[in-house]
């Protein structure tokens, strides 16, 4: 039998976090059958903060376990080896779509309400970071999103404006002020405050460790075949023929989603992205601030502290261009090219060249719900360029849920 998620080929070429410290994480394979409160499907960074997340809580879900809560992780790849290490991790509150635009789609209200849970959840992120010691190369920074062929400057200066209405930091820049403080040639933009960056790999292995020394257990490789729920639990079985039964479970795989589960209005794109090696040349703006532009498709980019410059784009609609191998250095010329014609103080030599598969939605927000027609099993999928931040808010909604809670943010993302 095949397995319950769709397979795809997740990353081609090497990204500068595979050659990281610190992404060790204990997993081994599961032999015998068990039963668990808790199993959660895939042990990459959307994994790994539903772990850490639901772990921290294990005493105070016993309410609805009637114990501690048992918690398992089983995934078909070692730790952290799906997307996870294909993130440019640009940790940012704002979405895809515009305040402005999101608007139009859903209303107001909603809107106000995901941009502004966004922005908590960075401010979570950062919070969360900082009290555990995690060492993840993380450092808070600000966003510039520049005009481009999809939203002009008169846009970007009114979606400054709703911004600012709901307490958002946002300032608009007109093309003198990008031309005298940034050296770019663009009619606008908006530069925010409370975005972040990291090492997406070492940030996900610390959060499993803790997840394990809080008595979660992480179980690879461990490929689920098949899902069967009922009013009780879940019962998974595995390519061994051992079988997990669960009273919860949770599917945290990324872009292989579950086969069952129908995601309406999302599409699996293909993404480039580049690192350079340490020489480049960087404006000592680029050092606190990360740049993304308002075109399609758009070109995002962002130093790391160790003096590299990472940057990516090139989207396209289709499920498997990213793992044609030739085209990781045609792509990486484009990026290269783009990036120093927009900022001519640049220059860079890649080292690293990777490409991935991409989630994106209409509206630019995950999906974080139930199953369909699956008794106690939750679904996410981090649709959109926000993956890291929609994985912090569904480990917070999902938790909630488990202790019989109510999110009152949880009816955006289904």
Known sequence: MSSATNERDLRTGRSLWADSSALGVEAKPLTASTSVDIAVIGAGITGAFMAHALSSAAIGLKETFGRPARILVLDRRPPLYGSTLASTAMLQWEIDLPLVELTKKIGSEKASRAYTRCFRALCDLTALIKSERIRCAYEDRSTLYLAGDLYGSRALATETDARRELGLPSQFLSAADLRDNYGINRTG??????????????????????????????????????????????????????????????????????KRVCIPKADILSTWAIASDTTATIPDWLKTTMVWEASDPYLYFRSTPDGRIILGGEDEES?????????????????????????????????????????????????????????????????????????????????????????TDCDLYR
């Not at 996900?204 to 992480?218: C, H, M, Q, V």
């Open 189 to 258: 933009a908006i530069l925010s405050t409370g975005s972040s960056c990291a090492n997406p790999g070492q940030l996900a292995a610390a959060l499993l460790r803790r997840a394990t020394s809080k008595g979660a257990a992480i179980h690879s490789p461990a490929e689920v075949l098949d899902v069967l729920s009922d009013p009780e639990g879940v019962s998974l079985r595995l390519d061994n023929g051992v079988v997990v039964r669960a009273k919860k479970v949770v599917f945290c795989t990324g872009y292989e989603l579950p």
């Open 319 to 407: 499920e498997t261009r990213h793992s044609i191998a030739r085209l990781l250095d045609t792509k990486a010329k484009t990026l290269k090219t783009k990036l120093e014609q927009l900022v001519p103080d640049i220059r860079l030599q890649p080292q690293y060249k990777w490409a991935g598969a991409f989630g994106s939605s209409t509206t630019g927000l995950p999906y974080i719900a139930p199953a369909e027609d699956m008794d106690n099993v939750w679904v996410v999928a981090g649709l959109g360029g926000n993956g890291i931040t929609y994985s912090v808010i569904a480990s917070q909604i999902i938790t909630s849920a488990f202790a019989g809670k109510h999110d």
